[in-house]
């Protein structure tokens, strides 16, 4: 997508009601148009987090004097749950308590409380509990398709459960042998069930992808609903999106092409670390396919969304 569209997409995706009106009068996937507004939301939540909560205690006057908790989280133009935590909290709920009312709402303090916590549930598609699992399911969605991809091509590879314990971070899939793409020596990739403009790719590379390389050597990452026009991406990481992905026939490295499993079929140790080439990861293989992307943040918390 180039940077323009998706600038005035972001621009213009203030609520859900624009992702449906413009994935309806723009015939624009609607899931892809949600990825986009949970980073407008969750950005700006983020940036005035503070300045909301310093407002808490005058805003629970409000809400004591016949205001409810989504009135004010729409005067705010902040997430309905996030705001109704942080008023909950306010109200001398403790925190764990806090979100086990909006898990179980009918656990609610009050028959009031227990009216607007079902109210903020309902409009908040993002941080709800409802929402949050919607974005986990389709983090797994997309992690599935890559394993069906790299099934579907014979390529062995452990997953981020298989290698628990055993290195500080895992990737989605560190392949049991590395595969070559244009020259380059893939030993892992990761699944991305989201958009990456500049700002989530810049997150994830310091969160995540870099740390990768260190540990195992190049790799490519898997952005199932596309990304910006000239994005990036730093030396020995590659940059895909599902049309790129699902056009590629991949090939073992020459070393791994002779490799056996262990006795028993156990699946050889790790690749070992390798540094990342000097060379900024090649862009993705031009071939094109129809895009079926998914997508999601993290569980709130009495602290800046992410």
Known sequence: ??????????????????????AREQSIDEELLFVIHTHRVTRDATRRFYVVKRQVP???RD???????????HEWRFPPVLMGQMMLGELKIPRKKVWQTFLHPDTAPDPRLRTEVHALIDADPIYSPRGMEMQRERGRRGEERLY???????????????????YAKTP???????????????????????FGDDVELRKNLRRQLAPYTELFGEGAVVYWYGFVDGAESPPGIL??????????????????????????GSPPEA????????????????????????SGPDEPGDAPPP
Request: net charge positive.
């Open 172 to 194: 989605d899939a560190l392949l049991d042998h590395p595969i070559i793409f244009y020259g380059q020596k893939l030993a892992w990739i990761e699944s991305k069930a989201n």
């Open 148 to 166: 069906q991809w790299l099934e579907r091509h014979g390529i062995g590879y452990r997953t981020e459960k298989d290698l628990r314990g055993k």
């Open 1 to 22: 997508m180039d940077r323009a569209t998706y600038q005035h997409l972001y621009d213009t995706l203030a609520t859900m009601d624009d992702v449906r009106r413009v």
């Open 271 to 294: 690749p070992p670390a390798a540094p990342p080439s000097r060379d900024p990861a090649r862009r993705p293989h031009p071939a094109k396919a129809p895009s079926d992307p998914r």
């Open 239 to 264: 940059l895909w999106d599902a049309p790129s992905l699902e056009s590629i026939t991949p090939t073992l490295a020459p070393k791994a092409a002779t490799a056996h499993r262990a006795p028993g």
């Open 58 to 60: 005058r805003l629970v």
């Open 63 to 73: 809400w004591h004097h016949g205001r409810t908790i989504l009135d004010i989280a």
